[in-house]
């Protein structure tokens, strides 16, 4: 069982950078692939970034790469998401999720068996 909790949501300017972080309880955590989503109000959850369960492969979506980056520590059960050049279609609900076998399918729902409440991400234009 893995229970994840996001923060570092908030509120910021076009052109502004956030860091939402992920704590993940249980031993097992290195074992995960782990990713980041998020939802828009009125549309459905859509895939962000993943990382393997090593660190040493990311994914990102066409719409924030080179923006945003996953990163992840182990050895303190987190996984990180710098996002940088925030633009006003970034607001969203993100989203933590982790799941044994994201791969290959690192972009579907279906592929992660563990999820964070969420966290608000509001950019102003």
Sequence with gaps: QVQLVESGGGLVQAGGSLRLSCAASGRTFSSYGMGWFRQAPGKEREFVA???????????????????????????????????????EDT??????GGRRIFPRFTSLSSYDYWGQGTQVTVSS
């Design 50 to 88: 993943a990382i393997s369960w090593t660190g040493g492969s990311t994914f990102h979506a066409d719409s924030v790469k080179g923006r945003f980056t996953i990163s992840r520590d182990n050895a303190k059960n987190t996984v990180s998401l710098q996002m940088n050049s925030l633009k006003p």
């Design 92 to 97: 969203a609900v993100y989203y933590c999720a």
